[in-house]
């Protein structure tokens, strides 16, 4: 209607007065500002009810939301934006939440439980778990190296060779040293053979063939 | 769904589950349909913040999932029920109004926590009792108490059980055991329902961190949102009568819609047709009403004009049946009517209620109609038209549609406008939920955190036996103008959550409506198909 109103009834193709605008009246000018961020009201908000029926809903209201921010449904993102650390900061993270929530897993998805270490983490036994492959490990390890070295000692008695067997223990107590010196020399020459096939060299190009190149495309250049 | 509607959404989900579930719960929303690994891609969080996140969903029946023919699960979420945490002081206020205080405990403790086993709820609410009991000095109540209350609760429906997740295959219990109570405390029951050997290994594999497997293990029950709202729907029509006839009528209202409710769909438009004699037989003993006045009574309400009950017959002394949809358009006019007066005043309000009489009307006729001047009536008709409170259609005499040959008829569409209004109570509530956060964060977080940490000082010193000059001492750190701060923080705050329950109210009333215009447009539908 603004924009219609712009021509001042004289340049618009329609009768203005079918759009309510009679001929005295001066229409609504065009509108060039945005309308103000908080216009002043016309009428005022109507007061609230007041009862005690919305009292004591507003009561249970401030309950229940109160006992979300405390329930462990409430998921505290990690990283807390603060202005400063605080001593008493390292003691606030347990009182946050009333208890702790065990989901029954068989009303979730399988793929939404946690990974098993966190599991492990919220029961409290977390070092429980780590240390039992380990352990186990390094006693059959350690056994199987007693016994080839109980094996070794009693052969090497019969020979009775002192020598022998010092190097044989050795061997025996740091194989992965060996091992690791070995990988070492490995990656070592594998760089050795890299650098000399390095391909920066290939591509250099000291200028020694130009000239024989410029001769090569004469003959393949075209001939007018 | 619309801007202002995710916007309350993502308030209310950073409300109550914290700021990780708000993003998640966004991206949720905005896709409708998601993965999880995607959605933790989407929402910038690691993979377990983004489970723990839809973990919590879960339980609280917010999300739910579905597998894709791929087998991979795809996790959805349902904007209804979000906003519906809004009203769960309601709910709760229900439970307390029907069946009392132990009640109101259990339909706040399986609110709070979505989905619970009974044994569960049923432990924590008399132990809670029992300790208010103490502290104010009477004896304390057995379970069986607080039992009864839940079974009250579930047989009247307004708990009921949750989907059963673990074994789909038998179907048959899905539907008729809804509302079953489990029965406890005997183990030859236990050993019966535990028929399934597959669920029985998986459970022990599951649960061996647990003391002991409750009797009802695996029955999760939660709250049937339908019924609360049908309860407050009821309670929308019985004080409605009560204002405009008296009392009596409501509680004639109130008998007749409690004998309505058992035997009709709760969802139905109009009730089942009910005899005078079953209302009467059904009208509380102590209520003092005569046949021939209860017959008066319904006769009246019924020959209003609101139309809320409707007689259908003469037999068996006069049938009569409920008309809940067209009650429920009464009621929402009327808040929409009132709407009109308090942002227009009470001329546009004449204007409003003409057009509601006369449906399409002509700006001269409304000028007549409402005996306003012209001027006057053009300017308050483009307000209100401009805010989208009423609409025109246009006729045209000729094919070109020029203007100076076409009818412009005003009208208002009460479907549309009730959307409308709709739209701005949740923007009304975002904004309500914007500001509270705004006073409670910007300002004075500070100084009511020291009120606290003052307060639980003093309520140390008080179970320590300290004497009173200590906790003056303590008292006194907190200086008049911080006090002056913290109750002006405290009325604000109290005012604007007065105002959000409020709001609610209305927006009720306008998602009755518009549930029931929805029922009513499938009926006429499936009606139209059966010709």
């Known amino acids: 209607m603004a924009g219609r109103g712009r021509g001042r009834g004289r340049t618009v193709s329609f009768n203005v007065e079918a759009l309510g605008i009679n001929k005295g009246e001066v229409p609504i000018g065009p509108v060039l500002q945005p309308p103000p961020l908080f216009p002043p009201q016309e009428f005022k908000p109507v007061p609230l009810k007041q009862s005690e029926d919305y009292e004591y809903i507003c009561a249970l209201k401030k309950e229940f939301i109160g006992f979300m921010k405390k329930s462990p449904y409430y998921i505290q993102s990690k990283e807390k934006r603060k202005d400063i650390d605080r001593y008493s900061d390292k003691y606030q993270s347990g009182?946050?939440?009333?208890?702790?929530?065990?989901?029954?897993?068989?009303?979730?998805?399988?793929?939404?439980?946690?990974?098993?270490?966190?599991?492990?983490?919220?029961?409290?036994?977390?070092?429980?778990?780590?240390?039992?492959?380990?352990?186990?490990?390094?006693?059959?390890?350690?056994?199987?190296?007693?016994?080839?070295?109980?094996?070794?000692?009693?052969?090497?008695?019969?020979?009775?060779?002192?020598?022998?067997?010092?190097?044989?223990?050795?061997?025996?107590?740091?194989?992965?040293?060996?091992?690791?010196?070995?990988?070492?020399?490995?990656?070592?020459?594998?760089?050795?053979?890299?650098?000399?096939?390095?391909?920066?060299?290939?591509?250099?190009?000291?200028?020694?063939?130009?000239?024989?190149?410029d001769d090569d495309d004469d003959g393949d250049g075209p001939i007018y | 769904m619309s801007h202002n509607k995710s916007n309350l959404c993502k308030s209310i989900l950073k409300d109550n589950f914290g700021e990780v579930a708000e993003a998640v719960g966004c991206h949720l929303l905005k896709d409708n349909i998601c993965a999880l690994r995607y959605l933790a891609l989407k929402s910038k969080f690691s993979l377990?913040?983004?489970?723990?996140?839809?973990?919590?969903?879960?339980?609280?029946?917010?999300?739910?999932?579905?597998?894709?023919?791929?087998?991979?699960?795809?996790?959805?979420?349902?904007?209804?029920?979000?906003?519906?945490?809004?009203?769960?002081?309601?709910?709760?206020?229900?439970?307390?109004?029907?069946?009392?205080?132990?009640?109101?405990?259990?339909?706040?403790?399986?609110?709070?926590?979505?989905?619970?086993?009974?044994?569960?709820?049923?432990?924590?609410?008399?132990?809670?009792?029992?300790?208010?009991?103490?502290?104010?000095?009477?004896?304390?109540?057995?379970?069986?108490?607080?039992?009864?209350?839940?079974?009250?609760?579930?047989?009247?429906?307004?708990?009921?059980?949750?989907?059963?997740?673990?074994?789909?295959?038998?179907?048959?219990?899905?539907?008729?055991?809804?509302?079953?109570?489990?029965?406890?405390?005997?183990?030859?029951?236990?050993?019966s329902t535990d028929n399934n050997p597959v669920s029985l290994k998986k459970r022990r594999i599951l649960d061996s961190p647990e003391k002991e497997e409750p009797d009802d293990a695996g029955i999760y029950w939660k709250a049937n949102f339908d019924r609360f709202h049908q309860y407050m729907r009821d309670q929308l029509m019985i004080t409605a009568i009560a204002s405009k006839v008296d009392k009596k009528a409501g509680e004639v209202l109130r008998t007749l819609l409690r004998v309505c409710e058992l035997k009709s769909d709760p969802y139905s438009t109009v009730t089942n047709a009910v005899t005078l004699t079953e209302i009467f037989n059904a009208l509380p003993k102590d209520f003092g009403l005569t046949r021939k006045l209860l017959q008066i009574y319904l006769s009246m309400i019924s020959e209003d004009s609101t139309c809320f009950i409707s007689k259908v017959d003469e037999s068996g002394g006069g049938m009569y049946v409920v008309n809940i949809y067209k009650a429920l358009t009464q009621i929402a006019t009327s808040h929409l009517e009132s709407v009109v007066l308090e942002r227009f005043g009470s001329k546009c309000l004449r204007i409003f209620r003409v057009l509601l009489l006369k449906k399409h009307v002509e700006q001269k006729q409304i000028e007549d109609f409402a005996m306003i001047s012209a001027k006057e009536a053009k300017e308050l008709l483009y307000n209100m038209f401009s805010q989208k409170f009423i609409t025109t259609s246009e006729i045209a005499k000729t094919p070109d549609h020029a203007p100076s040959r076409t009818f412009y008829l005003f009208k208002v569409d009460i479907h549309k406008l009730a959307q409308h209004v709709l739209e701005r109570s949740y923007k009304a509530m975002y904004n309500a939920t914007l500001r509270k956060d705004n006073e409670l964060t910007e300002h004075s977080w500070r100084l009511l955190d020291k009120q606290e940490r003052v307060d639980a000082i003093i309520a140390s010193i008080d179970q320590a036996g300290g004497d009173d000059t200590q906790k003056d001492e303590i008292e006194q750190t907190i200086t008049p103008t911080e006090r002056d701060q913290i109750d002006t923080v405290k009325r604000t705050v109290q005012m604007l959550e007065t105002c959000e329950i409020q709001i609610d109210d209305t927006m009720f009333v306008l998602e009755m409506y518009l549930f029931y215009a929805n029922q009513d447009r499938l009926l006429k539908c499936t009606q139209k198909k059966k010709k």
């Open chain 2, 48 to 191: 377990e913040q983004t489970k723990k996140v839809l973990c919590v969903l879960l339980q609280h029946n917010i999300c739910d999932y579905i597998t894709d023919s791929k087998g991979t699960l795809e996790y959805l979420i349902d904007s209804e029920i979000i906003l519906r945490r809004i009203r769960f002081p309601n709910y709760i206020y229900c439970a307390k109004t029907l069946y009392g205080d132990a009640a109101e405990l259990v339909a706040e403790e399986i609110l709070q926590n979505g989905q619970m086993l009974m044994t569960q709820v049923v432990k924590n609410v008399t132990n809670k009792l029992n300790e208010a009991l103490t502290n104010a000095g009477h004896p304390e109540i057995a379970s069986s108490f607080v039992q009864e209350k839940f079974n009250c609760l579930v047989n009247t429906h307004f708990l009921q059980r949750c989907k059963n997740r673990t074994n789909t295959s038998n179907s048959e219990d899905v539907t008729d055991d809804l509302y079953k109570i489990p029965v406890t405390g005997s183990r030859k029951r236990k050993h």
């Open chain 1, 95 to 213: 009182q946050d939440t009333l208890g702790q929530w065990n989901p029954d897993w068989r009303m979730f998805p399988d793929e939404l439980k946690p990974a098993e270490k966190k599991v492990r983490k919220f029961g409290g036994s977390k070092p429980i778990k780590p240390n039992i492959p380990a352990s186990k490990k390094s006693k059959t390890s350690e056994k199987e190296i007693t016994k080839t070295l109980e094996k070794l000692e009693k052969k090497e008695a019969a020979m009775t060779d002192k020598e022998g067997e010092e190097e044989e223990e050795e061997e025996g107590a740091n194989p992965e040293k060996k091992t690791e010196e070995d990988l070492d020399l490995d990656i070592d020459e594998e760089i050795d053979e890299e650098e000399e096939t390095d391909y920066i060299l290939t591509y250099f190009d000291n200028g020694e063939t130009y000239g024989d190149d």
